[in-house]
């Protein structure tokens, strides 16, 4: 039964709850015996969240009681140790929040508790959440269960690594320009980046460059996807970008009327991409026209006239830094690698970080032309599976890049602020998960999760789960 538990989504983990096949206690002591027996070789969970087995009875309690519970009822969830946690450790990959305990949760988290589900763990990240790799100085480095050996990616990688090794069946990530969708690919499990604004950041540290920072959820089937984007999203009062009111979508919903029209591309403004990659985008664009979407290979011009990853490190250092001195104003000796980089380099000129947001607005207006046409963009999520751990190069057929080429196909729709899924549909020849990303227009989540639930129908990939 415990490894039934451990592979089975939250969704069905609070029907059987609900129904009182399983109980709450049971639920959550499978998943603490999972990270019990795992986590020593993954090193995804960095802290257990006192009480959840207390909660978990109080849960089923409430269940015999017949008190009316939420849709997340007595399940258990994990969140990127950036995530504040009423009274519990949230130190943010850094010796800097050594021993930090908040005294109140983030909005995401105190959302999904809300709506019944219990907190298990915090989960491992890059200090600051600065990085795509998770692996900091004060609890060290995560690794990807399908492979020890390779990276799980970041930020969100303790989080992508918990759920595809079993120790949790939802959590919570955040994305600046990759961190939940690209985790996601790496391990194999399912992302969402909403539009910008849709899921409050409050609680969520850094926050710098707002305009970039996106919560999300990460889970193991889009139904979960759905249903926690459906619990998160909606403004609370303390966010200014959180905007458009709960249950708002511009998107086409789960049975449009009409034939969905989808776009692929995975070349064009991308660089060099895996060619098991680029199959497995094409794959997934066959899959939806034998699902009756009219899909057609597509080109976005503006993807090779600016840069996407350009225009954002041209952008960013300039709003990251001050946020990162505040922190860690004479401490500088117990800042890792990649933060002491972002304080050495040197501030954007005025008149290429104005060109860089023109840039951004071009992007913008090309995107907004291109969903005119088509209601969703199929394309890679990385340019290459999970690779090893620490590389700051790889070649792509040929081609030789740095490690920031990663974000290529992420990143503009965090400049954007358009939403973007993350899901398998593939497997590489070393046996490495092959992802594919959805993106649709601005506030069209229903698009893509109706899009992304279609693929995982039709995946070749579903079922699979790291041999640990």
Known sequence: MTTDLIHSDASELAERIRDREVSSVEVVQAHLDRIEATNPRVNAVVTLADGALEAAKAADAALAAGVEVGPLHGVPFTAKDSFDTAGVLTQRGSPIFEGRIPDTDATSVARLKRAGAILLAKTNLPEFSYSTESDNLLTGRTNNPWNLDRTPGGSSGGESAAIAAGMSPLGLGSDLAISVRGPAAHTGIVALKATHGRIPMTGVWPRAPR????????????????????LLSGPDGADGFATAPPGFDAGLGASPDRPVRVGWLTDSGLGPIDSEVAATVQKAAEALRSAGAVVDAVGIPALERDNPLDLFYRQHVMEIKPAFQDVTAGREDQMAKVSKYVLARPDTPLRDYVLAEQGVERLRDAFTAYFQQYDAFLLPVLPVPAYEHGLSRFT?????????????????????????????????????????????????????????????????????????
């Open 211 to 230: 305009r970039n920072w996106h919560v999300g959820p990460m889970a193991r089937t889009i139904r979960d996807l759905a249903l926690a984007y459906s």
């Open 396 to 468: 792509i057929g040929g081609r030789t890049v740095k490690a920031a080429h990663i974000q290529t196909a992420t990143i503009p729709f965090n400049l954007t602020g358009l939403p973007a899924l993350s899901m398998r549909f593939g497997t590489s020849s070393d046996g490495m998960p092959i992802g594919v990303q959805l993106a649709a227009s601005w506030h069209s989540e229903s698009t893509i999760l109706h899009l992304a639930s279609l693929l995982e129908s039709l995946s070749p990939v579903r079922g699979l789960y790291p041999a640990l």
